[in-house]
């Protein structure tokens, strides 16, 4: 499982080729939230060497993350869940949830000021340099857990393959190499093998800081389109060279995530949830929210849903972007129109001249809302927006 970003599918007909990119701040109550904003999913066949048979699947969150963000820098919240939810039966609904939680543990850090209380607690990070090995310097550590749950039941955590820890560690943010030296090597020590519930396999995880993987001129894509798609490759702007995100990535055998049925197509993605009083709470129950259906609760709130790129970002009204952000797809008729009736070519058309395709548009139903016929269709398909896998097609 490379830490590398690698896209599944592509909106085909519909967008540009300049705006192929991710997800950031795509509705506008989750862009108060970055920690909580997922902005990539990815489900493609794993392609290492001695791989096969596995799926990678990634989802990254907070986006247009700065490498210069100190003191804090970017650690996921520890008053939310995060999923990766597959609809192995074509039904809409999730049949399996591997959820992520996350707990900051505050190592309390002081220094000798002289005053008279004792030594002082420092306001950064680190006070020193770390490593894998060593974290003595580190005044905060983020640990996290991730269950899985099947079918709404009771959720089973994934464990340690070495000692059989429930608890694993997000490496810290690449602070500098002053902080922590060769940060590839230091981050890839956090990458771990797992016993996954069910499953006779181990699988492969980790939970970071990496680079985001895209190319795209944002500022000019979101001023009107003010690009020059015939110019050369490099002649626009980068708006995402320096920018990071955090990366959730886990590796299942592929037995594991397909219906015992048969089906050979598995749907997914990657929803977040907000403990509902974050602002004034200092720890949460989680518990009680394991029913995958749901996007209510009584402690939390869906307020991230992501699937294929930028349907959010580009085809949802702007009305109905915080509804899509909180719905399931199994609720996906409501937004029906958004796609049959694309608004988007009509924009560029009104900009650029370019033809507008007839509606309604059947080629985007079969692109968003069930899966191209013969390669990632399933058999017995609900209509909905979910990002669509053929296990039986190797990379």
């Known amino acids: 499982m490379k830490l590398r970003l690698k896209p599944l599918v592509l909106l085909l007909s519909l967008l540009p080729a300049v705006v192929m990119a991710s997800s950031h701040r795509e509705a506008p109550f989750i862009s108060t939230m970055p920690q909580l904003d997922a902005s990539d999913f990815y489900m493609f066949m794993s392609y290492e060497q001695g791989r096969a048979g596995y799926v990678t699947l990634l989802a990254n969150y907070n986006p247009l993350q700065d490498a210069y ?3 804090n820098f970017h650690a996921l919240s520890d008053r939310a869940i995060y999923d990766f939810r597959i609809d192995n039966t074509g039904g809409a609904t999730a049949n399996l949830t591997f959820r992520f939680t996350f707990t900051n543990t505050y190592n309390k850090l002081a220094v000798p000021t002289g005053a008279a209380s004792g030594p002082t607690p420092v306001p950064l990070i680190n006070i020193g340099a770390f490593s894998a090995s060593d974290t003595s310097n ?6 996290y857990k991730v269950e899985l749950v099947r079918d709404g039941g009771v959720g089973q955590p994934l464990t340690n393959f070495t000692g059989g820890s429930q608890t694993f560690v997000k490496p810290m943010d690449n602070i500098g190499n002053k902080s922590v030296a060769a940060y590839e090597t230091y981050a890839g020590s ?5 016993n996954i519930p069910g499953c006779a396999q181990p699988g492969r995880m980790f939970a970071g800081q990496r680079k985001d993987g895209f190319v795209a001129d944002l500022g000019a894509i979101f001023d009107l389109v003010n690009l020059n798609p015939l110019g050369a490759r490099d002649s626009t702007t980068n708006a995402l060279t320096e920018k990071n995100v955090t990366t959730l990535a886990l ?4 037995a594991c995530l397909r219906d015992t049925a048969g089906d050979v197509v598995i749907g997914g993605w990657t929803t ?5 009083n974050w602002v004034l709470s200092q720890t949460g129950t989680q518990s009680d929210y394991y029913a995958p259906n749901n996007f209510y609760s009584e402690n939390y709130t869906q ?3 992501l699937g294929s790129p930028l349907v959010n970002e580009l085809v949802i009204g ?19 129109t958004y796609v049959t009736n694309p608004t988007l070519p009509v924009l560029l058309n009104a900009l650029f001249s370019t033809a507008v395709p007839n509606t309604p548009r059947n080629d985007l139903v079969s692109a968003f809302l069930t899966g191209l016929p013969g390669l990632n269709k399933p058999t017995h398909v609900v209509p909905s927006e979910e990002l669509r896998l053929n296990t039986s ?3």
């Open 251 to 254: 590796e299942v055998p592929v």
């Open 69 to 71: 963000s100190g003191p």
């Open 190 to 194: 956090y990458v771990y093998t797992v």
């Open 138 to 143: 580190l005044n905060v550590t983020q640990t």
């Open 272 to 276: 977040a949830f907000v403990q509902n």
């Open 318 to 336: 702007l009305k109905d972007k915080d509804k899509f952000n909180g719905s399931v797809p199994s609720q996906d008729a409501q937004f029906l």
């Open 303 to 305: 307020v991230s849903r």
């Open 393 to 395: 097609i190797a990379q």
